[in-house]
């Protein structure tokens, strides 16, 4: 018999005999929760944002029945889902990010698209600051209805954060959403998580006093489908355009990625709203590019396998560090083997193994 019998709940089914007033209430909520579900999908799939920001919450919900439910919820948008072009915007603090995603949400509503944008930041729990900010910037944007726009979730893990930001672009794609544009911070790993949700990744950046290579990880360069330096504006304008010249050099010397695409270096004010309708164009010849030489479905079918193993992997992770015997002796074994007392190899198999046996008698 399957455990979970919850499933194949049928809302006319009858109240079994011989149970208490506790299991009859329990019984009563359980078929209310299997409506709720049914119910947010289909005013998502109704474009009710409402619906969406729920189900949302119930994705970012740390509570285990809530994990089920939106696992649920996900598994219903999933056919709706897959219609959007997903771009990610990263670079420093101060950078610009949020100007720019006003500005370039602003023109794609013009042009009758409906945009969402979520964030990837798991500084954000420490830095609650950051989210009003972000709002200020994109305040046309928080008041346009053809926009969502959904706060980094909370989350102690940047795994687990990314994952929820990517459970969440199925329900916006389901709740019609034509672009969805992730926004993280250019600091430490996040920026590989999300060029790893999204079609195109583009890197902001600011014109330096001169060598403009200096301060900028290989990494990202070679993640990044666009580079744009922000702020070309006022005082600044000379010096983003030298900059952009001499990134262009730089980007020469990378090797054409597999995709056919060599990442286009250009200048905006996101500010003044400068240069975003070519930064636009830009993107729209890269989905064409890569529609057409199949790298954009074979990419995605590449993400959604880095996904499933990187939710196993997160999984299992969160299970052994959570588990009550190995949090209660995981410092001292620590202890011991920085006093040499233990190697790091047995005190890991004795760890593991103590979180199997607990497995094994669940
Ligand atoms: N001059 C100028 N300032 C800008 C531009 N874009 C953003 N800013 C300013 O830079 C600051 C940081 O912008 P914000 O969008 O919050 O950056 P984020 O931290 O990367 O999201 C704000 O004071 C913006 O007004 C631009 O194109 N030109
Ligand atoms: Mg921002």
Known sequence: MPKDSTKHTNPSSKVPP???NQAINRFKKLQQKEILIDTIFKAIIAKDTAALSKGITLIESAQKNHTKKAQQLIEK????????????????PGVGKSTFIEAL?????????KVAVLAVDPSSTISHGSILGDKTRMESLVRSTEAFIRPSPSGKSLG??????????ILCEAAGYDVIII?????????????????????????GAGDELQ???RGIIEMADALVINKADGDNLLRAQKAKNQFRKALHLYPLSENDWSPEVLTCSALEGNGINDIWGMIM???????????????????NKFWLLQTIEEQLKSSF???????AILDSKIEAVQQHKITPFAAARHLLDLNKKRKNTE
Do not use: W
């Open 18 to 20: 011989n149970t208490s």
């Open 105 to 113: 949400g602003n023109l794609l509503i013009e042009q009758g698209k």
């Open 285 to 303: 010849k890269f989905l064409k590019i890569t529609s057409e030489n199949g790298f954009f479905n074979k990419n995605r079918i590449q993400q």
């Open 215 to 217: 301060g900028i990880k």
């Open 183 to 207: 926004e993280t911070v250019g600091v430490g790993q996040s920026e590989t998580a999300v060029h790893s949700m999204v079609d195109f990744f583009l890197l902001l950046k600011l014109a």
């Open 160 to 169: 687990g954060v990314a994952q929820k930001t990517r459970e969440s672009i």
């Open 321 to 327: 560090y959570n588990n009550p015997e190995v949090k």
């Open 77 to 92: 948008c999933l056919p709706y889902a897959n219609n959007s072009i997903r771009i990610g915007i990263t670079g420093v």
